[in-house]
T-cell receptor
Framework: RKEVEQDPGPFNVPEGATVAFNCTYS??????FFWYRQDCRKEPKLLMS???SGNEDGRFTAQLNRASQYISLLIRDSKLSDSATYLC??????????FGDGTTLTVKP | DAGVTQSPTHLIKTRGQQVTLRCSPK?????VSWYQQALGQGPQFIFQ???????QRGNFPDRFSGHQFPNYSSELNVNALLLGDSALYLC????????????FGSGTRLTVV
């Protein structure tokens, strides 16, 4: 079993749709959590951190459930420019970051 | 403020050869982590360097080695290249003790033929 698991998708949604991605992690000692975005043949870029209380950045909302070892990302009012692969990342206290394999989103007109 | 720079951007090598990839971290960052990303997969952790020492290592063979210099820049060396080493190699920099996520370089695409 992988340390960080994501539904690979692909998710194909129309513009304006709401889409949710899920991620589970196996290391209960994990300390910090992130979502990254990766465009085709580009490097990953930090999208947002994920906090236990949940956090929002514009159309993006991230949530963490430590008891269930589960992280989610919600994108509201999808734009064409949101098309990318979304990577769930989990950090241990030692600072090692473990990436999921990503969920691919395609937003269509 | 310079971001993370990696060189070269592309590289083609023959099986059995050795390769060295280079990374300069973002200004103000002191920790460098290296990742291997195969097509269709997430980045896989190779190792992390801080204070010129390897601090953590992922499940990669000893053919993969690295170095960090006093100016925080880093090298990744791979010996006895295999076809399966073909991948995008990503360098990520961060500040030790801060958990605000990495800044990645644009990567080196290595093809082994």
């Amino acid at each position: 079993r992988k340390e960080v698991e994501q539904d690979p998708g692909p998710f194909n949604v129309p513009e304006g749709a709401t889409v949710a991605f899920n991620c589970t992690y196996s290391n209960s000692a994990s300390q910090s959590f992130f979502w990254y975005r990766q465009d085709c043949r580009k490097e990953p870029k930090l999208l947002m951190s994920v906090y236990s209380s949940g956090n929002e950045d514009g159309r993006f909302t991230a949530q963490l459930n430590r008891a269930s070892q589960y992280i989610s990302l919600l994108i509201r009012d999808s734009k064409l420019s949101d098309s990318a692969t979304y990577l769930c990342v989990v950090n241990t206290n030692a600072g090692k970051s473990t990436f999921g394999d990503g969920t691919t989103l395609t937003v269509k007109p | 403020d310079a971001g993370v720079t990696q060189s070269p951007t592309h590289l083609i090598k023959t099986r059995g050869q050795q390769v060295t990839l280079r990374c300069s971290p973002k200004s103000g960052h002191d920790t460098v982590s290296w990742y291997q990303q195969a097509l269709g997969q997430g980045p896989q952790f190779i190792f992390q360097y801080y204070e010129e020492e390897e601090r953590q290592r992922g499940n990669f063979p000893d053919r993969f080695s690295g170095h960090q210099f006093p100016n925080y820049s880093s090298e990744l060396n791979v010996n006895a290249l295999l076809l399966g080493d073909s991948a995008l190699y990503l360098c990520a920099s961060s500040l030790q003790g801060r958990s605000y996520g990495y800044t990645f370089g644009s990567g080196t695409r290595l093809t082994v033929v």
